[in-house]
């Protein structure tokens, strides 16, 4: 009898603990979206814009275009951008549809801490870190290869010569010059969000410049048989596939649209600014579809120039338009279009809830078809993250350490997302 009596005792102390980490789990944020903001509110919807273009039409337009082409989609490449402008559309409008509601700064993180709690806000942020982190890096990296190019190979071939990394998983060299690079743009966003504004709409400008004399230029040496063409094959195997405008498959189209996804990774820096616009409710919902608008229209066209001028399985994967326009005889365009590939570096909704639901699906099926390594990777970065949550954050959480506000005068501050469920 004491035994069961013991046992009972247990499990009522078990459930206790098992409410109250739920508990923890489950604090919410909450907005007071009355409340004045710290930030100065400079940024026009023309800024936000020019934000969420910069961020977004880089690394997609000058590497990821030929390296999707070659080896995973072949010219229907442009259905994979197609596909993934869709789900980034899709996802946009979400973004969209948080930012004129929670106008914060803080963009997903502060997102799903006020509509699902303190666990899955950490979770999201620290995703956020990763998607910042890979992307920052390959992007300078990028640019790093493009100017390389300019040189030919210069700097690669003296730093593989000088210090070499025998690392199969790392790159051949420590490239110092995207280092510096990253440090430079570092200190030029902390001078603050007027001036960093002004430098990246005119370096967005450029971008989108280059990114149209590209379409123009390259459109004057196109040839649709490149779609129809087949690569030289063994009887034993066909590396570059089957050739025509579908070589890999409608499941090549569908794996190049799972990484095109990764060339629309930045809008979401639009919906950050929600302090420093200076009419959050309207111009964050605008800036970030007109961009995202923008962006695929860009990819769409430098895509179907890179397939058209040379077959997809001539495409260079690291610097697909300086190798372009060399093969073409115009070696002066590859300067131009290193201009924009520095400049690239630089810079409410209906139907709700079916339009949140849809990217969701959609967004699930193109992460399926992300390889076994990819996976492991991510589960790695999200064990850590727990780690440093249940030993760390859980315990020093600001939310925890206050108490909610209980009086019908804080209610009526709070952001509602009752009817949206």
Not at 7 to 26: A, E, P
Not at 325 to 347: E, H, M, P, Q, R
Not at 357 to 378: A, E, V
């Amino acid at each position: 009898m004491d035994s069961v009596l013991t046992k009972l005792i247990v499990l009522y102390k078990m459930k206790w603990k098992l409410r109250g980490l739920l508990k923890t789990f489950s604090r919410r944020k909450v907005v007071d979206t009355t409340q004045d903001s710290t930030l100065a509110r400079v940024l026009t919807t023309l800024d936000l814009t020019a934000l969420g273009i910069g961020s977004t039409l880089g690394v997609g337009v000058y590497v990821l275009a030929g390296s999707v082409a070659k080896n995973l989609a072949g010219p229907a490449v442009t259905i994979s951008f197609a596909i993934a402008a869709v789900a980034s559309m899709f996802a946009g409008l979400c973004y969209a549809e948080f930012g004129a509601r929670v106008p914060r700064a803080g963009s997903a993180y502060v997102y799903s801490y006020v509509t699902m709690g303190e666990f899955v806000a950490f979770l999201m942020g620290w995703t956020l870190i990763l998607e910042y982190i890979i992307g920052s890096a390959s992007v300078v990296r990028a640019l790093s290869t493009y100017v390389d190019v300019l040189f030919n190979d210069s700097m690669k071939n003296s730093f593989e010569s000088a210090m070499p990394i025998n690392v199969n998983i790392l790159s051949s060299y420590p490239d110092f010059f995207a280092l510096g690079v990253t440090l430079i743009f570092s200190v030029a966003l902390a001078f603050g969000a007027k001036e960093s504004s002004t430098v990246n709409n005119i370096f967005t400008l450029v971008n989108l410049s280059v990114v149209l004399f590209v379409i123009i230029a390259g459109s004057l040496k196109s040839d649709i048989n490149n779609w129809k063409t087949k690569p030289g094959c063994t009887a034993d195997s066909c590396e570059n596939g089957d050739g025509g405008f579908v070589p890999y498959g409608v499941q090549g189209i569908i794996s190049g649209a799972a990484m095109c996804f990764y060339g629309f990774i930045g809008f979401d820096c639009v919906a950050t600014t929600g302090e420093e616009a200076k009419n959050p409710q309207r111009s964050i919902p605008i800036a970030i579809v007109a961009s995202l608008t923008i962006v695929f229209l860009a990819y769409f066209g430098v895509s179907v120039v890179l397939t058209t001028v040379l077959p997809y399985y001539e495409q260079n994967p690291n610097s697909p338009f300086p190798h372009m326009f060399n093969v073409i005889g115009w070696d002066w365009a590859k300067y131009f279009v290193t201009a924009g590939a520095i400049s690239g570096l630089c810079a409410r909704v209906p139907l709700v809830p079916f339009l949140p639901g849809i990217s969701i699906l959609i967004n699930i099926y193109l992460m399926m078809t992300l390889d076994k390594q990819t996976w492991i990777q991510f589960s790695v970065w999200i064990v850590i993250g727990l780690g440093i949550y249940f030993l760390y954050g859980m315990w020093h959480s600001n939310i925890g350490k206050k108490k909610s506000p209980e009086s019908s005068d804080d209610d009526k501050n709070r952001v509602d997302f009752s009817h949206v469920t």
